[in-house]
């Protein structure tokens, strides 16, 4: 009897860009290096909620162009102490945040309250520092 040879069917377009997809997402989660570090837990035992609202609008608002740990990419990087050079009092750095600067900094005062920008101001110079 002569062996038959089986024909493989080419996968359609649809697997293909599916299994393409799905490898884009796993390297593009992979890259992002997790979640923004942790506020530390004070000595009565509770995370500060003013630095707890910053870790929050950090992941979602600044992680994404000064990196998880603020080492920079797009954005600048904040996790190395010179803001403390650029901005000795926190206030200035606050105003930034809310009024941008430059083309690659965006403003943030429509879209954040006072509170929020005082949190993710505190959060990079408490935690990321």
């Not at 884009?24 to 942790?38: E, I, K, W, Y």
């Not at 920079?72 to 000795?88: A, N, S, T, V, Y």
């Not at 930034?96 to 965006?106: D, E, L, Q």
Request: with cysteine; aromatic share 4%; glycine share 14%.
């Amino acid at each position: 009897m002569a062996p038959t040879s089986a024909r493989r069917r080419a996968p359609s377009a649809n697997v293909v860009a599916s299994v393409a997809a799905i490898a884009v997402g796993v390297v593009a989660l992979a890259s992002c290096g997790g979640s923004a570090p942790d506020v530390p837990v004070g000595p009565d035992g509770d995370v500060d909620a003013v630095l707890g609202l910053g870790r929050e609008i950090w992941g979602a608002r600044c992680a994404a162009c000064h990196g998880t740990d603020g080492q920079g990419g797009r954005g600048k990087k904040l996790d190395d102490g010179q803001i403390f050079e650029l901005h000795p009092e926190i206030e200035t750095m606050m105003a930034v945040i809310a009024n941008g600067k430059g083309r690659g900094m965006p403003a943030f005062g429509e879209v954040l309250s006072a509170e929020e920008i005082e949190g993710v101001s505190r959060y990079v110079r408490d935690v990321l520092n």
